[in-house]
């Protein structure tokens, strides 16, 4: 049944999707599937100077990377603050009709005299209230705040949270030049798109006093607040680009499966249990905002490289390769038309791969024949005797009825016993032919996912070579 819970994911379109940014949506959006509720993404796009249309799209791209899809949203029209200027009037005339807000014409100059002063006695800058009831005509927009008192923020991860109003000033709603402020527009928005619960980053947490007195002046119900705290780098300052790679996109082209970071994104600060891995199902089932640890949570690259290895490992074959097939064509690749050998090349690379990226230059021997042998092992292994042994493989792999990987190994260990050799070195050999190097999965399954044409090709090329060694 669906529930009144109403939630959104407000970013601001000035950089790309921060993981920090992601974690906020993910937790809405966990927050709403769980309630039954609405989940909401509105483009808090009022500062022109810094917002792109090129940003919306990646931040858009992104979310749908992850996975969190939106009930309301762009690409319909009205969820761009761009688009709501008339609401933000119509509340502000609101505020001046029944005298919460007054205008004020103070000049730039005058403002920065009275901060200059407050910083001189090392107080902090309040607004001074001289418009207060000087019935102005023009100017800007400020809210009448009481003078006593205080505000409480009854916090959903963090208590209750309590802010003096003799450290509050009149904030401005509506400049001088009849544009909204941020925190306006902002309340405005929560208002009439009916939020019930308001899930953003604690760097917003010193905002919200000034909100809830604007809700209050607006005679409208305060919703429910939680500030997730910050994501933090190793060294426990706020995680910025100097400590890596901020953005999600880099992480899906570095190739983490969604899931994974999904996965990652939310145990960053709420946690069941020990439990370190779940399924997007047990997450919607199991969230709770109160769960959220009000302190910060650092940001561990290896952890999350080892859920994004668990997830390529466990994940279903057919999804593995719908996720890598884009990761290989970008490393100039082609892979087999044919699905079922694809997936079994797959199957022997995803133990031991991080990332697509790195599963795909793991497997790029599958794809595309060695172009050098490595330099080490060449000249160990591909010397006369090792074409003579070469040519032994070829033959007899030519003759085999069928060519599995257990048929190849048949053949192999035969042909080991008759040389009087150890399994090892014709193994050695034939994966520094077919593959060039000396580390690959089991070789038995590579010759056979290779195709007969296709492996003895390689050994043959790998024996001209080593006769040309003498
Ligand atoms: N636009 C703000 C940001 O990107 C979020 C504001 C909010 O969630 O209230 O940080």
């Given at each position: 049944?669906?529930?009144?819970?109403?939630?959104?994911?407000?970013?601001?379109?000035?950089?790309?999707?921060?993981?920090?940014?992601?974690?906020?949506?993910?937790?809405?959006?966990?927050?709403?599937?769980?309630?039954?509720?609405?989940?909401?993404?509105?483009?808090?796009?009022?500062?022109?100077?810094?917002?792109?249309?090129?940003?919306?799209?990646?931040?858009?791209?992104?979310?749908?990377?992850?996975?969190?899809?939106?009930?309301?949203?762009?690409?319909?029209?009205?969820?761009?603050?761009?688009?709501?200027?008339?609401?933000?009037?119509?509340?502000?005339?609101?505020?001046?009709?029944?005298g919460r807000a007054y205008l004020c014409d103070c000049s730039p100059e005058?403002?920065?005299?009275?901060?200059?002063?407050?910083?001189?006695?090392?107080?902090?800058?309040?607004?001074?209230?001289?418009?207060?009831?000087?019935?102005?005509?023009?100017?800007?927009?400020?809210?009448?705040?009481?003078?006593?008192?205080?505000?409480?923020?009854?916090?959903?991860?963090?208590?209750?949270?309590?802010?003096?109003?003799?450290?509050?000033?009149?904030?401005?709603?509506?400049?001088?030049?009849?544009?909204?402020?941020?925190?306006?527009?902002?309340?405005?928005?929560?208002?009439?798109?009916?939020?019930?619960?308001?899930?953003?980053?604690?760097?917003?947490?010193?905002?919200?006093?000034?909100?809830?007195?604007?809700?209050?002046?607006?005679?409208?119900?305060?919703?429910?607040?939680?500030?997730?705290?910050?994501?933090?780098?190793?060294?426990?300052?706020?995680?910025?680009?100097?400590?890596?790679?901020?953005?999600?996109?880099?992480?899906?082209?570095?190739?983490?499966?969604?899931?994974?970071?999904?996965?990652?994104?939310?145990?960053?600060?709420?946690?069941?249990?020990?439990?370190?891995?779940?399924?997007?199902?047990?997450?919607?089932?199991?969230?709770?905002?109160?769960?959220?640890?009000?302190?910060?949570?650092?940001?561990?690259?290896?952890?999350?490289?080892?859920?994004?290895?668990?997830?390529?490992?466990?994940?279903?074959?057919?999804?593995?390769?719908?996720?890598?097939?884009?990761?290989v064509r970008a490393a100039g690749l082609t892979p087999p038309a044919d699905?079922?050998?694809?997936?079994?090349?797959?199957?022997?690379?995803?133990?031991?791969?991080?990332?697509?990226?790195?599963?795909?230059?793991?497997?790029?021997?599958?794809?595309?024949?060695?172009?050098?042998?490595?330099?080490?092992?060449?000249?160990?292994?591909?010397?006369?005797?090792?074409?003579?042994?070469?040519?032994?493989?070829?033959?007899?792999?030519?003759?085999?009825?069928?060519?599995?990987?257990?048929?190849?190994?048949?053949?192999?260990?035969?042909?080991?016993?008759?040389?009087?050799?150890?399994?090892?070195?014709?193994?050695?050999?034939?994966?520094?032919?077919?593959?060039?190097?000396t580390a690959s999965p089991p070789i038995f399954d590579v010759l056979a996912?290779?195709?007969?044409?296709?492996?003895?090709?390689?050994?043959?090329?790998?024996?001209?070579?080593?006769?040309?060694?003498?």
């Amino acid at each position: 049944m669906a529930s009144d819970v109403r939630v959104r994911f407000a970013p601001s379109p000035t950089g790309h999707l921060h993981v920090g940014g992601a974690r906020t949506a993910l937790f809405n959006w966990l927050f709403a599937r769980h309630h039954r509720g609405a989940f909401i993404l509105r483009i808090e796009d009022t500062d022109r100077s810094r917002s792109t249309d090129e940003n919306i799209g990646a931040i858009v791209e992104a979310l749908q990377w992850l996975g969190l899809d939106w009930d309301e949203g762009p690409p319909a029209p009205g969820y761009r603050q761009t688009e709501r200027f008339e609401s933000y009037r119509d509340h502000a005339a609101r505020l001046v009709a029944t005298g919460r807000a007054y205008l004020c014409d103070c000049s730039p100059e005058l403002l920065d005299r009275e901060r200059q002063a407050a910083q001189q006695t090392g107080a902090t800058f309040r607004y001074s209230g001289r418009c207060r009831d000087r019935g102005l005509s023009a100017g800007a927009l400020r809210l009448r705040i009481p003078t006593e008192g205080a505000t409480v923020v009854n916090d959903l991860i963090h208590g209750a949270v309590t802010f003096e109003h003799s450290q509050l000033d009149d904030w401005i709603l509506v400049r001088t030049d009849g544009t909204p402020t941020y925190n306006f527009c902002v309340v405005v928005d929560d208002v009439t798109m009916r939020i019930t619960h308001v899930i953003r980053g604690n760097d917003h947490l010193s905002n919200t006093p000034k909100q809830i007195l604007c809700y209050e002046a607006l005679e409208y119900a305060v919703p429910e607040f939680a500030h997730v705290s910050m994501i933090l780098g190793p060294d426990r300052s706020r995680l910025s680009k100097r400590h890596g790679a901020t953005s999600v996109q880099a992480y899906r082209d570095a190739g983490i499966p969604a899931d994974a970071m999904v996965n990652y994104l939310v145990r960053l600060g709420w946690s069941h249990g020990d439990q370190e891995v779940f399924s997007r199902a047990q997450l919607v089932e199991l969230f709770d905002i109160k769960d959220v640890a009000s302190s910060g949570a650092v940001f561990d690259t290896t952890k999350l490289e080892w859920l994004s290895q668990h997830y390529l490992k466990t994940m279903d074959g057919g999804r593995l390769a719908e996720l890598v097939e884009p990761f290989v064509r970008a490393a100039g690749l082609t892979p087999p038309a044919d699905r079922a050998r694809f997936r079994g090349m797959l199957d022997t690379l995803r133990e031991r791969a991080k990332t697509l990226v790195e599963l795909v230059e793991q497997g790029r021997f599958y794809f595309e024949a060695p172009t050098a042998y490595e330099p080490k092992a060449a000249p160990k292994l591909l010397t006369p005797e090792g074409a003579r042994r070469l040519g032994l493989l070829i033959e007899r792999l030519g003759g085999t009825a069928e060519f599995t990987a257990p048929a190849i190994e048949r053949v192999v260990r035969a042909l080991t016993e008759e040389l009087g050799l150890k399994l090892v070195d014709l193994a050695q050999l034939a994966r520094l032919a077919v593959t060039g190097r000396t580390a690959s999965p089991p070789i038995f399954d590579v010759l056979a996912l290779l195709g007969r044409a296709e492996a003895l090709a390689r050994l043959r090329r790998a024996r001209a070579l080593a006769e040309g060694a003498a």
